[in-house]
């Protein structure tokens, strides 16, 4: 529910984490990054459903989606701007 930029600005970036290129064999993920993005998250996801009265399961899919969206379109827009 937070993008990968907003993630690394609180805690540490997550990209490779995500993406697989992580070498955790060369680079052993540290638990105090863990337990930061991990915290991270927690906090967001808990202040929404804390929050809401009438917060449902499907409420937690359309803001997922939503989120995808807007990185998708980010992502897309670095590309346009690279061709330029």
Do not use: C, H
């Not at 929404?48 to 827009?77: H, K, P, V």
Request: proline share 1%.
């Amino acid at each position: 529910m937070l993008s990968q930029k907003r993630v690394a600005y609180a805690t540490t970036s997550i990209v490779k984490w995500e993406d697989g290129t992580y070498n955790y064999k060369k680079n052993p993920l540290w638990i105090k990054s863990s337990q930061s993005v991990s915290r991270t998250y927690n906090t967001i996801i808990s202040s929404i459903i804390e929050g809401t009265t009438d917060w449902t399961l499907e409420n937690g899919y359309r803001n997922i989606m939503a989120i995808i969206g807007i990185g998708l379109d980010g992502s897309w827009s670095n590309e346009i701007g690279k061709d330029a």
